[in-house]
């Protein structure tokens, strides 16, 4: 999904007395946040990841309210990061990234849908963001999608739409119509899985809607549940 406010042509930013209000972000876990979902972005979840001592990362976008603005322009002592996780996560990045001054890192696949967003920095089979944080290009539900793995006492894969919540404590890879390769989906998760460190990940975010895990944010025992994933992939 395109950046409805990508284009060239300057668009002026509304003004914070004129956005919506919203409400700011859920702490989830020390130094991690989840926002409501966005319906610039299909639903989506987006989260915020910002530890001590390292620089805050916004991963995929919220809407753009005044409570969402404040929480991430007050989150940590030096500047961040948007991180994208595939075009369904772009909502409004162009505003987002004027009012903070974060640069925009995406996979390279997907960079030519925000051609008017500044501070874009794509990347390509992988990402080394410090601090433990590292992403992986993981295409299948659209071509440029990655996830994101925060190392340390967290052990917390952000896999964006990779996983769908399906029920609590679960999440599948899903077949829907957006999906851009649903083979190559299946290679990524494999591919996920050898990347990560053994045992790894504690905790799973997703960033599809949060509803079928009926109040619970975070799905635990992840490594588990890949290795579920995988093995009966293999026996079908």
């Keep these: 999904m395109a950046d409805q406010d990508s284009g060239e042509a300057a668009i002026p930013l509304t003004t914070e007395a004129a956005m919506e209000a919203g409400r700011p ?9 989840v926002f409501a979902p966005n319906r610039d972005s299909l639903g989506g979840t987006s989260w915020l990841l910002a530890p001590p001592g390292l620089p805050p990362l916004l991963i995929d976008l919220p809407a753009y309210t005044a409570a969402n603005l404040a929480a991430l322009s007050s989150a940590g002592d030096a500047a961040g990061t948007i991180l994208l ?3 369904e996560g772009h909502g409004r990045c162009r505003r987002f990234q ?3 001054g974060w640069p925009v890192r995406l996979q390279e696949q997907e960079a030519y849908l925000l051609p008017g967003v500044a501070g874009l920095v794509p990347f390509a089979e992988a990402l080394d963001l410090g601090g433990g944080v590292r992403a992986l290009w993981t295409p299948g539900t659209t071509p440029g999608a990655c996830v994101v793995h ?4 967290l052990d917390l894969l952000f896999c964006g739409r990779l996983l769908v919540p399906t029920a ?3 999440a599948r890879p899903l077949r829907t119509s957006r999906t851009f390769h ?3 989906q299946q290679r990524s998760l494999e591919a996920l899985r050898d990347w990560l460190p053994p045992a790894s990940p504690r905790w799973i975010a997703s960033g599809a809607g949060l509803g079928a895990l009926q109040g619970e944010k975070l799905i ?4 588990a549940l890949l290795d579920r994933l995988l093995d009966r ?3 079908d």
């Design 233 to 235: 992939e293999l026996e």
């Design 182 to 184: 649903w083979r190559r």
């Design 85 to 87: 996780t595939s075009r």
């Design 98 to 100: 004027q009012a903070l």
């Design 150 to 153: 925060a190392a340390g006492d």
């Design 168 to 170: 609590p404590g679960e």
């Design 25 to 33: 972000p859920t702490p989830v876990l020390p130094g991690l946040w």
């Design 220 to 223: 635990a025992g992840g490594r």
